[in-house]
């Protein structure tokens, strides 16, 4: 099956699991190895709601962090303003104030809890 790229954007864990259970549903189960490998990843980190997960993301976007870090923050999940502050000063020329850290910390709260809804 041919697929034509129509966009292109970060994705987290959850959003990526969601595609490829489709695609597997779609091809009746068959994957080849890398497909395999990256199923048995996902499931076991991608355990957030997909609609969640990117509310996150679009939200943390909306706090003036771009879209990859705003992924990687969704996809590790950090609790501690430590490991959120380390995360957020790999952006060069970020100014890390404690609303944004506070912000952040508030926004991961609400979707690192949650599991997927099937």
Known sequence: M????????????????????DRIAESGG??????????????????????????????????GLDEYLAVQL??????EDGYINAILSSKEGLEIKEELLAKVKETLSK???????K
């Open 2 to 21: 041919l697929r034509r790229i129509e966009s292109r954007r970060y994705l987290t864990y959850a959003e990526a699991r969601k595609i490829l259970e």
């Open 30 to 63: 068959a994957l080849n190895p890398t497909q395999d490998r990256t199923w048995q990843y996902l499931k076991l980190f991608g355990t957030t709601d997909p609609a969640a997960a990117r509310e996150a993301v679009d939200s943390l976007v909306k706090e």
């Open 74 to 79: 969704v996809n590790m999940c950090p609790n």
């Open 111 to 117: 979707v690192c809890t949650q599991s997927p809804s």
